[in-house]
Each structure stands twice: as structure tokens, then as C-alpha cells.
């Protein structure tokens, strides 16, 4: 149980153009979903929490308007990178908590989206 | 707020030693606390976790961690390391009180020697 789903699990787009990173949570609902950028040899690096219904919380750094962050349901979270540029090229997971579990902290992770944008 | 560190960049171990991975974290109460391990351009996968009780935690694939609050510490162990192991590990705490999230260490990269 509590598996993470991402779609694409890489993809790559020219500069300029917008990309959408879908999650989802395929057997429980997320009462919140993560989103982090990883770098090679790095560790996670929270960009935003979403909770379903309601704007994203993004982590200070992070531009609000060049990552959008759509939780349109307890089990779907969609990232789209706006205007994409090489140096958005990264390493996308999320993650996501359950709803029917006591917050803790624990996490369910998803595959990650590779990105690389030419 | 919380914070953890993973003293140990990168370890190497022979297959079939004992492996120890540690992890030191910071908060004033008793936090949740997480291994994970992520293999390459794969997400991450909970190894065990600690929330309350018996302070030795089992996990999968073999791993143990033991919590010692007067150490501040969740130190990762297993007996007999195999080449499947190899992977980045990091350890994570989380607080009720911070909404699921999570803060996570640095991470580990073990690599283990044939």
C-alpha cells in the first residue's frame, strides 16, 4: 500500500516552454503533498507543500510563479514549470501523507520526474 | 526548528561487514524519525521509523536503527552488507506540529566493495 505515482518520469523541453509534472497518491488520499527539487550528490530540497483545495505554501527562495502547484484532489497534485530554462533542469519528486494517518511526518514517496530542458 | 546531520558524506564497506550510518538530530521534544534509502534516479523508499516505544526499530531488508535520546541520535545499522545496498541513505525527523513535513539530513552514499 501507499504508492506514489509520477508522470513523466522524464521529459525533455525546449527553453521557454511550460512542462507539467503530475502525483499521485494511487491507493490512499494525501491529505498533503510535497514537492522537492534534488540536484546530483544533493539532498532533497523542499520547493512547496500542497493541500487539496487550497494555494501551495512555497519554501522562501522558491518563485511562486515559475512553479505552479495544482492539488485539484485528494489524490492528484500537478507542478507545472512555467517558461522553463536549462537551469530548471533537476530532479522532481514528491511526496505525499496520509490522510488516514496521524501526522507524523512519514512520507510516500514518488518516483521522481527527470528534466532537462535544451 | 528542527535540524539533522549525517556526519558521514560517503562510507565504503566491504560485502558481508556490518555497516553504521549515523544520524544526529536537533529538537527540543521527541521528534519522528526516518530512514530513508533512495537508489539512483529513484525516489525514496522508508526504510523504519521511530515514533515512540522500543527505541531499537526494525526495518526492511534487514536494517535496524536504535534511538538514544540522550544522544540526540538515530544511528542506522545492519549486520552484513550487501552489494544490493549500495544506495544514497538520509535520515529525517518530523514533528507533529509541522504539518507532515519533514527536515532531511544530507544524506549517506554508501558504496560497498565486491
Known amino acids: 500500500g501507499a504508492v506514489v505515482s509520477q508522470h513523466p518520469s522524464w521529459v525533455i523541453c525546449k527553453s521557454g516552454t511550460s512542462v507539467k509534472i503530475e502525483c499521485r497518491s494511487l491507493d490512499f488520499q494525501a491529505t498533503t503533498m510535497f514537492w522537492y527539487r534534488q540536484f546530483p550528490k544533493q539532498s532533497l530540497m523542499l520547493m512547496a507543500t500542497s493541500n487539496e483545495g487550497s494555494k501551495a505554501t512555497y519554501e522562501q527562495g522558491v518563485e511562486k510563479d515559475k512553479f505552479l502547484i495544482n492539488h485539484a484532489s485528494l489524490t492528484l497534485s500537478t507542478l507545472t514549470v512555467t517558461s522553463a530554462h536549462p537551469e530548471d533542469s533537476s530532479f522532481y519528486i514528491c511526496?505525499?501523507?496520509?490522510?488516514?494517518?496521524?501526522?507524523?511526518?512519514?512520507?510516500?514517496f514518488g518516483p521522481g520526474t527527470r528534466l532537462t530542458v535544451t | 526548528a528542527q535540524s539533522v546531520t549525517q556526519p558521514d558524506i560517503h562510507i565504503t564497506v566491504s560485502e558481508g561487514a556490518s555497516l553504521e550510518l549515523r544520524c544526529n538530530y536537533s529538537?527540543?521534544?521527541?521528534?519522528?524519525l526516518f530512514w530513508y534509502v533512495q537508489s539512483p534516479g529513484q525516489g525514496l523508499q522508508l526504510l523504519l521509523k521511530?515514533?515512540?516505544?522500543?527505541?531499537l526499530v526494525q526495518g526492511i531488508k534487514g536494517f535496524e536503527a536504535e534511538f538514544k535520546r540522550s544522544q540526540s541520535s538515530f544511528n542506522l545499522r545492519k549486520p552484513s552488507v550487501h552489494w544490493s545496498d549500495a544506495a544514497e541513505y538520509f535520515c529525517a525527523v518530523g514533528v507533529r506540529t509541522n504539518a507532515g513535513k519533514s527536515t532531511f539530513g544530507d544524506g549517506t552514499t554508501l558504496t560497498v566493495k565486491p
Open positions: 511526496s505525499a501523507t496520509d490522510r488516514g494517518a496521524p501526522p507524523s511526518g512519514e512520507q510516500y
Open positions: 521511530y515514533f515512540s516505544g522500543d527505541t
Open positions: 529538537y527540543g521534544a521527541t521528534p519522528y
